[in-house]
């Protein structure tokens, strides 16, 4: 595994994934971060229907509240 640091969630800093699964006549959606390198992802959130970016946000601060060391690989 490469040598590399797990930076904050940010814009232009990490991935930040979405992901919608529809179904009859709805949608799931679930928003978390993910670092491309070694991983590692946040929690995800969402839920039905429409997405929220409440749940962006949650994903972000979960990230960065669980990486504050951003610890090296």
């Known amino acids: 595994m490469k040598k590399h640091k797990c ?3 940010g814009i232009g800093e990490s991935k ?3 992901e ?3 179904g009859h006549g709805e949608s799931f959606h ?3 971060v993910k ?3 070694c ?3 946040s929690k995800r ?3 039905y229907n429409w997405f929220d970016d409440k749940d ?3 994903a972000q601060e979960d990230w960065n509240t669980n990486n504050k060391n951003l610890m090296e690989y």
């Open 16 to 18: 930040i994934i979405t």
């Open 35 to 37: 670092c491309e390198i």
């Open 45 to 47: 959130f969402g839920g």
């Open 20 to 22: 919608t699964t529809f």
């Open 39 to 41: 991983g590692k992802e």
């Open 56 to 58: 962006l946000r949650s």
């Open 30 to 32: 679930r928003t978390f």
């Open 7 to 9: 930076w904050e969630a």
